[in-house]
C-alpha cells in the first residue's frame, strides 16, 4: 500500500495534483483536501506515506508548514513534500526534513516520477524496517544495530563507520548508507552522518564550521555552518 495525502485550497490544482497521483500505479489511496487542520485529522487516521503541501493556504487556516510539523511529530516515518511559488520557508521547512519541494506551476512528468521514487524508497523502508543496517566491505558483510552507530564519515573513496566497539570500513557512498538509516541520523557535513542520539556537544572551530563531540567517544566529526542552521532546528 502506498497512499498519499494532498493539501492545497486552490481547488483546481487540488483537482490537477489528484489526478496527476492518480496515474501513479503504485498509489493505493489518495486524501485530498484545503483545510491545513484537516491535513492533520487525516495524517493522524490514515498514516499515509507522503503528505504533498501547499505552504501558502487562506488566510485563518493552519499553513502547510505548521500542518507539517504535526503531521511529522506524529509520524516521522511520512515522506513530507512541499508545494510552493516561494523558496522563502525553506529554511524553516528542515525542522521536518522535507523529502523535496514541487515549485508552481507543477511539472506533471516531474511530480509523477517524484512520487514513483518515493514509492519506492517507502517500501524499501517497509521492507528494511529492522534496526539492523546491512553494508558490503570488502570480502564481508556487516550487519549493524544502528543505535551502535555513532557516525558515519567519508574516508577517501570509502566510509568507515564508528562505533563505540569497532570501526567498520565499506566501499558504499553516504548517499547510499543515508537511505537506510533511520530518523536518528543527520548529515552534518557533506563527508559526515552523525547520530543525533549520540550527540554531547557541538562547538565552533576557528575556521567558521562546527566539530561534534559524542558521549563515550573520543572521536569527533565535522557540522557545516549550513548544516549548524539545520541543526538549531531540529534538537
Do not use: W
Request: with cysteine; proline share 2%.
Amino acid at each position: 500500500m502506498f497512499e498519499v495525502l494532498i493539501l492545497e485550497d486552490e481547488e483546481y490544482n487540488r483537482e490537477f495534483i489528484k489526478k496527476i497521483i492518480g496515474e501513479v500505479p503504485e498509489v493505493t489511496a489518495v486524501y485530498a483536501t484545503s483545510s491545513g487542520e484537516e491535513a492533520v485529522t487525516l495524517a493522524q487516521k490514515h498514516k499515509p506515506n507522503l503528505a504533498l503541501l501547499d505552504i501558502e493556504l487562506s488566510p485563518g487556516d493552519l499553513n502547510g508548514l505548521t500542518a507539517a510539523k504535526s503531521i511529522f511529530s506524529n509520524d516521522q516515518d511520512c515522506f513530507i513534500v512541499f508545494i510552493t511559488g516561494h523558496t522563502k520557508y525553506a529554511l524553516q521547512s528542515f525542522s521536518v526534513h522535507p523529502y523535496d519541494y514541487v515549485v508552481k506551476p507543477i511539472n506533471k512528468a516531474k511530480l509523477k516520477t517524484l512520487v514513483m521514487e518515493i514509492a519506492e524508497k517507502s517500501n524499501k523502508q517497509k521492507n528494511n524496517s529492522s534496526d539492523v543496517i546491512t553494508l558490503k566491505g570488502k570480502g564481508e558483510v556487516f550487519h549493524i544495530n544502528q543505535e551502535d552507530i555513532i557516525f558515519i564519515e567519508k574516508y577517501g573513496k570509502e566510509a568507515q563507520i564508528h562505533t563505540g566497539d569497532e570501526i567498520f570500513t565499506t566501499y558504499q557512498t553516504l548517499d547510499e548508507i543515508e537511505s537506510s538509516l533511520n530518523n536518528s541520523f543527520f548529515r552534518s557535513h557533506k563527508s559526515y552522518l552523525i547520530n543525533l542520539d549520540k550527540v554531547q556537544k557541538v562547538s565552533k572551530n576557528r575556521n567558521r564550521s562546527y566539530e561534534v563531540s559524542f558521549h563515550d567517544y573520543d572521536k569527533t566529526a565535522m557540522m557545516s555552518r549550513d548544516k549548524y542552521k539545520q541543526y538549531l532546528l531540529i534538537i
